[in-house]
């Protein structure tokens, strides 16, 4: 990549092993503890149900949950995760099954990452020779390798969501421009294409937007430079065109058997309400915060922590050497950067909907940013970030290195201390301890200082010894699925036909269908739910009332009704999840031990 000045001149093969480590132990954390833990809302009990039934009853045109078309997302992502579930289910269960989809579509990001980066720093240098193997390879490893670090990407690459999938396809398609516009492959259009339907396929019209934003940035300088090389009429045309054609084939195909498997009311309903209804605020199907123009820019700066001032860096001698040099300082493969980042946040700025993992495709950009930024010489401010960050990561090692013991200043109303404690003491404080050692004799070391390779692996090291020694304390407060499942447990088999439910959310939903196969029955309002109590419904005897924050009252004494049943979970406070199984004066079969109102 180019850099016209500032640029370190001195490269060694040991920096560029030191940094192929950093890269792998990257792909290891795409895959760290993605069995360990069970459904976390938001979004994975739904995600995963819905996985979970395309992969149990084969329709593969139409996503649905608990037996009712869940059309919010087009079906791609749950095709490849109930594949998984098929294949690893054996060995992962139904929830490690999926999750593992998510790490690998991580692991495909750091892969296509790479290629464009190493694709970005292989074009002409400022001196018009060509960059060499070293470095091109040293670009791509250091950009693949900050990706994996960057705390948004470790979190949504071990959450099921179908972002993974989305972003995966977003820098795949950018990649494969690159090679036809960076690297003079035009048959790579074709490819481009394919993988832009595939963006389509995974979250809709969201996917080739962004991928636009990132073509623009490539398309129109690239034609300015055919252009000025005398090559006019050399463009692609009728490949741009066949692409165009195949991306329209690819998406067409997929909404041509939507029509016809769900009917032209719930094909309107995918396509108007949740494509174009989310982009302009009109849906009202939440995370709508019209205005706040910062968002984003916000979002940004927290997302790609540790790296962040990096991000800041790279900004400052971009708007540096526009001050000093003009235009004509900044190269092609800068103002595909530039485009794709900023056109992006434009875009998403403009969109009603706001929320801060739709920024997760734009990650590549700012790994890649920071990496350029690491081939530059740090002024002082930067030199002391990164010791103060080794420092950080001396202490998290230190502190999961001693987990056993800090569990005992934990709020005992926070976690039950007798299971936290015998979970934290295992093989992982060993390792913990094994990676304090040598971070420490690294740092002690005199006349030197860790590199930024070694800095990197540090912080890939304290992710996996954090995730997997304080994974127990947060799957205690997060997980809700043991306690739903005692819930489930209670109810008669031959009775749920004669139970409804209220207030039922789509993670709910999802739980009850992962748990038992129970697509339970809905009914909305009080009034619905009186006329049941009161034993006025032909069709329902019980109600189960699910919802979030303080329970309501319903033990009002001599109501004719009482509760069979509750369960509080996941948190407290706005956080707290509750069941309550509530009936009138006929006496419901429960199964096993029932808990007392």
């Known amino acids: 990549m180019k850099s016209a000045q500032n640029i370190m001149p001195v490269l060694k093969q040991s920096e560029l092993r030191l940094w192929y480590t950093a890269l792998a132990l990257g792909v290891v954390l795409c895959f760290v503890g993605i069995a360990d833990r069970g459904l976390w809302a938001p979004d994975e009990p739904r995600v995963a149900a819905i996985a979970l039934e395309m992969s149990r009853e084969g329709n593969l045109i139409l996503p649905r949950l608990a037996g009712e078309p869940f059309i919010e997302k087009p079906p791609l992502y749950f ?102 516009y960076f690297g003079r492959k035009r048959s790579f259009l074709l490819l481009a294409a394919f993988f832009s339907a595939g963006a389509f396929l995974s979250k809709g019209m969201i996917g080739p937007v962004l991928i636009g934003s990132g073509w623009v940035g490539m398309f129109v300088p690239w034609c300015l ?141 700012f790994a890649i940013m920071c990496a350029e930024a690491l081939m530059m010489r740090f002024p002082r401010w930067l030199q002391a970030y990164f010791g103060i960050l080794t420092g950080l990561c001396i202490i998290i090692l230190t502190a999961c290195t001693l987990a056993p013991l800090l569990c005992a200043f934990i709020p005992q109303d926070f976690v039950s201390k007798s299971e936290i404690v015998p979970a934290v003491w295992g093989g992982w404080n060993c390792v913990s301890g094994l990676c304090l050692a040598g971070a420490l004799c690294l740092f002690l070391r005199k006349h030197s200082a860790f590199t930024c390779s070694q800095i990197v692996i540090s912080v890939a090291v304290v992710y996996i010894c954090g995730y997997k020694v304080g994974l ?16 489930i447990e209670h109810v008669d088999p031959s009775e749920r ?15 009850f269908y992962i748990v038992s196969g129970w697509n339970i029955h809905l009914v909305e309002g009080e009034a619905e739910v009186r006329k049941i109590l009161e034993g006025k419904n032909p069709q329902f005897d019980s109600v189960i009332i699910a919802g979030k924050g303080t329970p309501p009252n319903v033990e009002n004494e001599g109501q004719p009704w009482h509760v069979i049943n509750r369960v509080h979970t996941g948190g407290t406070g706005s956080h707290m999840r509750y069941l309550i199984w509530m009936t009138g004066d006929r006496v419901i079969p429960v199964t096993g031990q029932q808990k007392q109102s």
């Open 472 to 487: 127990p304390v947060i799957e205690n407060r997060k997980n809700m699925q043991q306690d739903i499942t005692a819930f």
């Open 497 to 511: 036909h004669r139970i409804a439910g209220c207030g039922f959310r789509e993670n709910m939903r999802g739980f």
């Open 79 to 180: 095709v490849i995760a109930a594949g998984f579930i098929h294949v690893a289910e054996a060995l992962l269960g139904n929830t490690g099954a999926v999750r593992m989809s998510s790490a690998v579509w991580g692991a495909g990001i750091l892969l296509m990452t790479f290629l464009l980066a190493r694709r970005l720093a292989s074009s002409q240098c400022s001196d018009g020779q060509e960059a060499s193997p070293l470095r091109t390879c040293l670009t791509g490893a250091m950009s693949a390798a900050l990706l994996s670090t960057m705390v948004d990407f470790f979190k949504n690459s071990h959450w099921i969501r179908v972002d993974a999938a989305l972003a995966f396809f977003v820098i795949a398609a950018l990649w494969s421009f690159a090679e036809v």
């Open 225 to 365: 430079t055919q252009r000025r090389e005398g090559r006019k009429g050399n463009y692609y045309l009728w490949l741009h065109a066949a692409g165009l054609a195949l991306l329209l084939l690819l998406i067409g195909s997929w909404m041509l058997s939507l029509f016809i498997t769900g009917g032209r009311e719930l094909f309107n309903e995918w396509f108007f309400q949740n494509q174009l209804g989310r982009l302009t605020g009109t849906a009202s199907m939440g995370h709508e915060k019209p205005g706040h123009l910062f968002f984003y820019i916000k979002k940004s700066l927290a997302h790609t922590l540790p790296w962040t001032p990096l991000v800041m860096f790279w900004a400052y001698r971009v708007i540096t050497d526009l001050k000093n040099s003009g235009l004509k300082s900044i190269s092609r493969e800068r103002i595909f950067l530039l485009v794709w980042s900023i056109v992006s946040l434009s875009i998403l700025t403009v969109s009603v909907s706001k929320r801060g993992l739709y920024l997760f495709p734009l990650k590549p950009v």
